[in-house]
Every structure is written in C-alpha cells, then in structure tokens.
C-alpha cells in the first residue's frame, strides 16, 4: 500500500484533531441540558486529592466484543493491582447499550465509571447524575478539541478516551482486481457505483460494500443525506424531506436493488462479511480493523486494509466523515470518586493508552501518545486521519436530547424504502415529520 511519508508527521495527526472543530460543535448542544448541580465536581475532586479507593462498576459495550474485551480487561487489571480495588464490569451489546445505561442510571442501579459514545452524553447529562470530571483534566495532556468532544453545556461530564472517526475501509487486494489502485479510489458517487459494480462482476457471492441496512445501523445513511447535500438540520427545523435526501434514499435504495449492498446488515455483520473475504469495502472507526483482522482466516488481511475518502456528489464537493468517539463519564453515587480516578489513568496514564492502542488501534487523546513512536508508525491509522478523520463532522441532530430517538424513526423509514413497503420521497417527508416533533 503506498504511503506518504508526511502522514506519518506527529503534528499532521494533532492538527488533525484539531480541525475537526469539535468545540464549535459542542458549543451548539448548550440549551439541551442542565448546569452542572451541587454535587458536580465532588467524585473528580476527591480522586484529585487522593482520597481513599473504593470499589466500583465499571460499564462498557466493549466488554461484549472479542477483539476489543482483552485490551479492556487489562486496563482494568492495571488499575485494580495500583489502587487495591475491585472494580465490576457490567456490559450490554452496542445496540443496546446506551437504552440500558440510561435505564440503569434513572433507576439508581448503577453508578461509577461509564463508557460512552460522545453523543449520547447531552442525553445522560439530562438526567442530573454525572459528575463534572473538569478537576481531572489539568496537566494530564488531553488536547483542547477531545477535550471540547466530551463537554456538554459548557461542563467536562466525560474524560476523552477516543476521538476520530468513521469512514470507508476497503480491502486494497480486492479492489485492486477491478483496477482500482491504493490511492486513487473513486472521489465521486458515479465512479464510486461504476466500481460496486465491477465487484459484483467478480462473482462468488462477494459484496461489494457491506453497507449498513437494519434499522439499528441505518443512520449510516445520514452521512450519504449530506454527501447529497442534505443539512439534516437548519437551526431546529429538520431538513429530512428534501431533495437532497430524498436522493440520497433513492440512490441507496438502487444499490440495494441491484445487490450491490446486502440486506440485514449491521457494523458488527459488516466486519464478519469483510473479515471472510466476502465484502470489499464497509464503513467503520478505527476500532473495527482488530475485530477484523482477528477473526479473518486471511493473515495477512490487515496490510491490505486501506481507509479511503468518501465519495462525493461532484468534483470538488469535500467529502463527508462523522465524528465518531468514545470518553469515560461518571455517574454519581457509590464508588463515583475512584471510579474517576480510574477514567483518568484509563484515558491519559502513557503507558496504558499506548498499551490500548497497540491492541485496539484507537486513536489516543493526550499529545504524548499522538507523537509517539508507536502512532507514528502505523500506517493505516496515518491514512486514517489524513483521509477520513481530517473532514469529519458531528452529527447535528446530537444537539438534541432526543437524538437517539430521531435517528430511529429516520431509520425505520428508510428501512421500509429498501423492503419496497413505501417510495422514498413519502418515507423521508414522514421521517422529517416525526423527528421535527422529536426536536420540539
């Protein structure tokens, strides 16, 4: 896979992070959730001044996942052997995950150390129970733009743990069969649907892009909306309904047609597809290469991977990319200050993220890690970055405490226009319908 050697700078990947622009972004969530109460700050100071450890939970999807458990498991180790604690995992899949911590949290039956996604933490800090982790941020290296993706109102409710992206990854072998070089992937959506479909001509049942298409996986297609040119929202009307995502769905709904993507396919399908040699091109964050390497039966399958800009709808458009991270929050109650102390060692102690990222290729948050010779030396993350991390953008509808919800119903009726129950443009006047009385 040819490579630049300027992709390999420290300073490209920080600026990277830096351009992502994540602060203006958060800055825009400020009327969906409460200021921090009374109690902010008190588990983050007492960790900070070296209070005594207790026990605590500690929740992640990721405890679910072959590929990811072990590097979790480890931090978790590491840390109960350095503070003298026990600390209980609790795990629900991806899918469910974020409906069952809220359920937890509401019902006063967990509390400690939380992995989220970045988006949903506007949603959790509504409910008035994560502690303000600000106290645990000074000197630990975190850059200004993780640290602005796990803010919500202007308060640190999560400490950053990730931050990059998700984009196309494509198998560079496979699509080196049907002429498609490393580094000159098609960078429009006509080209880009000329080379599905010299894949599909190779036969044997390959896919040529393993696109999400169950519902749980189907806000994929709002990347695809904007791709279009699609804004998804304007200030807070829901812009779903117009050409350009009507488009979008229309197109979609052709490649399903001609089975140039596949149906009931979520991520975790995506990569099983992809890491049997049955799929050539699949979207996914960087977390996904170890869940797809490891399970291949094809050695060498991870020299082959090659994260690829998304196409566009015309020359010169700036291809699309969503923000895409995960932080540590701490939901207040029983053991909330060693559990902060731990979402601090676990997201900026050197030794443990490089360790983490070593297993799970996650792009690391604190400038020492980004500049070690660790994540300067891979290539694939380089080419991460500099292809797909460096134009991503937040989801608008994360503004929203109902985001989770609005991209359900948008998803249900994109998923009726692939089974052919509805066309597309009644399905996304529907949608825009149902998620604008979402946003309020």
Same mark, same amino acid.
């Given at each position: 896979?040819?490579?630049?050697?300027?992709?390999?700078?420290?300073?490209?990947?920080?600026?990277?992070?830096?351009?992502?622009?994540?602060?203006? #972004?958060?800055?825009?969530?400020?009327?969906?959730?409460?200021?921090?109460?009374?109690?902010?700050?008190?588990?983050?100071?007492?960790?900070?001044?070296? @209070?005594?450890?207790?026990?605590?939970?500690?929740?992640?999807?990721?405890?679910?996942?072959?590929? +990811?458990?072990?590097?979790?498991?480890?931090?978790?180790?590491?840390?109960?052997?350095?503070?003298?604690?026990?600390?209980?995992?609790?795990?629900?899949?991806?899918?469910?995950?974020?409906?069952?911590?809220?359920?937890?949290?509401?019902?006063?039956?967990?509390?400690?150390?939380?992995?989220?996604?970045?988006?949903?933490?506007?949603?959790? +800090?509504?409910?008035?129970?994560?502690?303000?982790?600000?106290?645990?941020?000074?000197?630990?290296?975190?850059?200004?733009?993780?640290?602005?993706?796990?803010?919500?109102?202007?308060?640190?409710?999560?400490?950053?743990?990730?931050?990059?992206?998700? #984009?196309?990854?494509?198998?560079?072998?496979?699509?080196?069969?049907?002429?498609?070089?490393?580094?000159?992937?098609?960078?429009?959506?006509?080209?880009?649907?000329?080379?599905?479909?010299?894949?599909?001509?190779?036969?044997? @049942?390959?896919?040529?892009?393993?696109?999400?298409?169950?519902?749980?996986?189907?806000?994929?297609?709002?990347?695809?909306?904007?791709?279009?040119?699609?804004?998804?929202?304007?200030?807070?009307?829901?812009?779903?309904?117009?050409?350009?995502?009507?488009?979008?769905?229309?197109?979609?709904?052709?490649?399903?047609?001609?089975?140039?993507?596949?149906?009931?396919?979520?991520?975790?399908?995506?990569?099983?597809?992809?890491?049997?040699?049955?799929?050539?091109?699949?979207?996914?964050?960087?977390?996904?290469?170890?869940?797809?390497?490891?399970?291949?039966?094809?050695?060498?399958?991870?020299?082959?991977?090659?994260?690829?800009?998304?196409?566009?709808?015309?020359?010169?458009?700036?291809?699309?990319?969503?923000?895409?991270?995960?932080?540590?929050?701490?939901?207040?109650?029983?053991? +909330?200050?060693?559990?902060?102390?731990?979402?601090?060692?676990?997201?900026?102690?050197?030794?443990?993220?490089?360790?983490?990222?070593?297993?799970?290729?996650?792009?690391?948050?604190?400038?020492?890690?980004?500049?070690?010779?660790?994540?300067?030396?891979?290539?694939?993350?380089?080419?991460?970055?500099?292809?797909?991390?460096?134009?991503?953008?937040?989801?608008?509808?994360?503004?929203?405490?109902?985001?989770?919800?609005?991209?359900?119903?948008? +998803?249900?009726?994109?998923?009726?226009?692939?089974? @052919?129950?509805?066309?597309?443009?009644?399905?996304?006047?529907?949608?825009?319908?149902?998620?604008?009385?979402?946003?309020?």
């Amino acid at each position: 896979m040819s490579t630049n050697p300027l992709m390999q700078s420290a300073v490209s990947r920080r600026r990277m992070l830096q351009l992502l622009g994540l602060g203006a #972004g958060t800055a825009a969530l400020a009327a969906c959730a409460p200021s921090a109460g009374s109690s902010a700050g008190g588990a983050a100071s007492a960790a900070a001044t070296g @209070g005594a450890k207790t026990d605590f939970a500690f929740s992640s999807w990721s405890f679910t996942e072959e590929a +990811a458990a072990p590097a979790l498991e480890a931090i978790v180790k590491a840390y109960q052997d350095k503070a003298g604690v026990t600390v209980k995992d609790v795990s629900f899949p991806y899918n469910e995950y974020i409906n069952q911590l809220t359920l937890q949290v509401k019902g006063g039956q967990f509390t400690g150390a939380a992995h989220v996604d970045v988006a949903w933490l506007g949603s959790l +800090a509504a409910m008035g129970k994560l502690q303000d982790l600000s106290a645990l941020t000074e000197g630990r290296g975190y850059t200004d733009a993780a640290l602005s993706a796990a803010q919500f109102d202007g308060v640190q409710y999560g400490l950053p743990w990730t931050i990059g992206a998700i #984009g196309l990854i494509t198998n560079a072998e496979l699509l080196q069969k049907v002429g498609v070089a490393d580094d000159a992937f098609p960078t429009t959506i006509d080209e880009f649907e000329k080379t599905l479909k010299d894949l599909k001509g190779l036969g044997g @049942g390959l896919i040529p892009y393993a696109a999400s298409t169950k519902a749980a996986q189907l806000k994929d297609i709002l990347i695809w909306m904007q791709t279009f040119g699609s804004p998804l929202v304007d200030g807070d009307t829901v812009t779903i309904g117009d050409d350009a995502s009507v488009e979008a769905v229309t197109w979609y709904k052709s490649l399903y047609d001609q089975k140039l993507i596949a149906a009931d396919v979520d991520r975790f399908d995506a990569r099983s597809l992809f890491a049997q040699g049955r799929a050539a091109i699949l979207d996914d964050a960087p977390v996904g290469r170890n869940a797809i390497t490891e399970e291949s039966p094809d050695k060498d399958l991870g020299s082959k991977l090659n994260p690829v800009s998304r196409p566009v709808l015309k020359a010169g458009d700036t291809p699309r990319a969503l923000v895409w991270g995960g932080a540590i929050a701490v939901v207040d109650g029983e053991g +909330a200050a060693t559990a902060a102390d731990f979402a601090q060692f676990a997201t900026s102690d050197l030794d443990t993220v490089l360790a983490d990222y070593e297993v799970r290729g996650l792009p690391p948050v604190i400038t020492e890690a980004q500049q070690s010779d660790v994540v300067a030396s891979d290539t694939f993350g380089s080419l991460f970055s500099e292809r797909i991390t460096a134009t991503a953008s937040s989801n608008p509808f994360w503004a929203f405490t109902a985001y989770s919800q609005i991209e359900t119903v948008i +998803a249900e009726q994109v998923q009726a226009v692939l089974v @052919g129950k509805t066309d597309p443009k009644k399905a996304m006047q529907k949608a825009g319908e149902a998620a604008q009385k979402l946003v309020g």
